[in-house]
């Protein structure tokens, strides 16, 4: 299965500012997704990074707040913008592999001060 | 809406126990059914998953589901939990669609006591 690289693996910013994820797939892949983890709760699909064109977000996450790339078929970022407190999860990039199923990355702890 | 519930949130079993964690979707059609597992400090791992074809299925780790179209349910199974065992699992439903996106449940927390 497809091995992805996630980074940073953890951060602790401002509130106010933004930061960048990235997620590096070590193969080609049609789907990639980006799922948030808050604290002690479910994983929630934030959107579906599409190659080429616009995001596919899920019903209450915007562009506005989570802006997603995706300029080829190996790499996507995904950057939280304008953070605060409530932002604080853990942030995964995942991969569809037909057959084989879904693999997620580590993560990408974050928390806002 | 489509939708995937786990019942049991925290479950505490002893060693050697059997386990049986519930899971359920709310959709008619197609659905492909996976349940993961994340052990304290890791990633996500897949535990086993159904496609098609027979329906219970047999995982990683001595884990095995079964899925049952009438009662719309793919409940994880093990005949006897180890210490190792304690994680929070995760049931996911990827519904019918070119959509692709997989959907999961709240999770239930297991507890092992040795």
């Known amino acids: 299965s497809a091995v992805i690289s996630q980074k940073p693996s953890r951060d602790i910013c401002q509130r106010g500012t933004s930061l960048t994820i990235q997620c590096q797939v070590d193969?080609?892949?049609?789907?990639m997704f980006w799922y948030r983890q808050q604290p002690g709760q479910s994983l929630t699909l934030i959107a579906t990074a599409n190659q080429g064109s616009e995001a596919t977000y899920e019903s209450g996450f915007v562009i506005d707040k989570f802006p997603i790339s995706r300029p080829n078929l190996t790499f996507s970022t995904l950057t939280v913008s304008n953070m605060s407190p409530e932002d604080s999860s853990i942030y995964l990039c995942?991969?569809?592999?037909?057959?084989?199923?879904?693999?997620f990355g580590s993560g990408t702890r974050l928390t806002v001060v | 809406a489509q939708s995937v519930s786990q019942h049991n949130h925290h479950v505490i079993l002893s060693e050697a126990a059997s386990l049986e964690l519930g899971c359920n979707y709310s959709y008619g059609g197609t659905v492909n059914l996976f349940w993961y597992v994340q052990y304290p400090g890791q990633h996500l791992q897949l535990l086993l998953k159904?496609?098609?074809?027979?329906?219970l299925v047999k995982g990683i780790k001595g884990f095995e589901a079964e899925f049952i179209k009438s009662k719309f349910s793919f409940n994880l199974r093990k005949p006897s939990v180890q210490w190792s065992d304690t994680a929070e699992y995760f049931c996911?439903?990827?519904?019918?669609?070119?959509?692709?996106?997989?959907?999961f449940g709240t999770g239930t927390l297991l507890a092992v006591q040795p």
């Open positions: 995942s991969v569809s592999e037909g057959g084989v199923g879904y693999t």
């Open positions: 159904y496609f098609s074809g027979d329906p």
């Open positions: 996911g439903t990827v519904f019918g669609g070119a959509t692709n996106k997989l959907i």
């Open positions: 193969s080609q892949v049609t789907m």
